[in-house]
C-alpha cells in the first residue's frame, strides 16, 4: 500500500459480516471479486471502479452495490484519494434473512442488485448505521436492528433473475467458467480449458474476456483467491492454503492476495479468526 493508503478490517462474530473502514490515493486495486455481497458508503473523495462494463465515480453519499463475482476494480481519479465504508455480507445470511422480508420470493430465481450505485440517502444512512454497529460492536440488540433497517431499506434496489447462464454470453465461455470452477485447484492448462469448452485457445480467451471482463488464467487466480478468504476465514493457515489452492508456495500465494485485497494472508486469517499467526 502507498504511504497515504490505509485500512481497518474487522468481522462481526454473530453474523460474520466483514466491515471496512478505507482509503486509498491512485491505484487502489487490481480487478477481483468476493464470494459476498458488498455494500458500501463514500465518504469523501471519488471512488472509481470498472464494474459490468460501465466505470462509475461514487462520490461522497452515494452507495455501491456489488453481487458475489461481479469483477471489480479501484481507483483515485483525484490527488486526495477516497474514503468509504463496507460491508460483506455472506450470501446465505442474507437470502435467509431477506426470506423473512419476502415470504413469497419468487422460485427458481436469485437476488441481486438493479444499480451498481445509488444515490437513495436512506439507503446510505441504513449503511452507515449497520457499518457503525458492527464495526465498533455495539450490544447485540443494536446490531441486529441496524442490521434490520438496512434491510428494508435494500428491498426497493434488488432485482430477481432466473439461475441459469446469461443466454448473450457465448456458450463456450460459460463451459469454460464451469470447468475452472470444477477444476480450480489443479494446474490447467489453456489448451486443455479451450478443449473442455469446444473451442481453441485463442477464440476462448477472447469469448471469454468478452462475458466475465478478464481473461482465464486472470480468472482462475481470482477464483482461488476467493476460495483462499473462506479458508483463512475457517482457520487454515496460509502455508495451508497456499498448498492446498495450487500456488507455487506461500509467497506466491501472499503476494496475489495482497495485489488483490491490500493485506496479507496471515493478517486477515488473524482477523476472522484471532489466532496467533
Sequence with gaps: MGASDWLDLRQDAQTRIETMHAHFEGHA????????????????????????????NSTPGHVFLLEPGEI?????????????????IDPDWL???????????????????????????????????????????????????????????????????????DAHLPAAAWRAHDYLHAHYMEDVGLDELAQSAGTDRFRLTRAFKAAFGVA????????????????LARGDTPAEVAAALGFADQSHFGRWFQRAYRLSPAHYRRICTKLPD
Design 72 to 88: 471489480h476494480d479501484g481507483n483515485a481519479p483525484e490527488k486526495d484519494g477516497f474514503t468509504y465504508y463496507t460491508l460483506y
Design 216 to 231: 482465464p488464467h486472470a480468472y482462475l487466480i481470482q477464483l482461488r483467491l476467493a476460495r483462499a478468504r473462506t479458508r
Design 95 to 165: 437470502h435467509g434473512t431477506m426470506a423473512t422480508l419476502f415470504e413469497e420470493a419468487p422460485g427458481g430465481f436469485e437476488m441481486g442488485f438493479a444499480q451498481t450505485l445509488s444515490d437513495d440517502p436512506a439507503l446510505a444512512l441504513a449503511t452507515m448505521g449497520a457499518f457503525n454497529a458492527l464495526h465498533h460492536q455495539e450490544m447485540r440488540i443494536v446490531r441486529e436492528a441496524s442490521l434490520d433497517r438496512l434491510l428494508g431499506s435494500l428491498t426497493g434496489h434488488l432485482s430477481w433473475r432466473k439461475t441459469q447462464p
Design 29 to 56: 486495486y487490481d480487478p477481483h471479486w468476493h464470494d459476498t455481497y458488498v455494500i458500501g458508503v463514500t465518504r469523501q473523495g471519488v471512488q472509481q471502479f470498472n464494474c459490468r462494463r460501465n466505470r462509475v
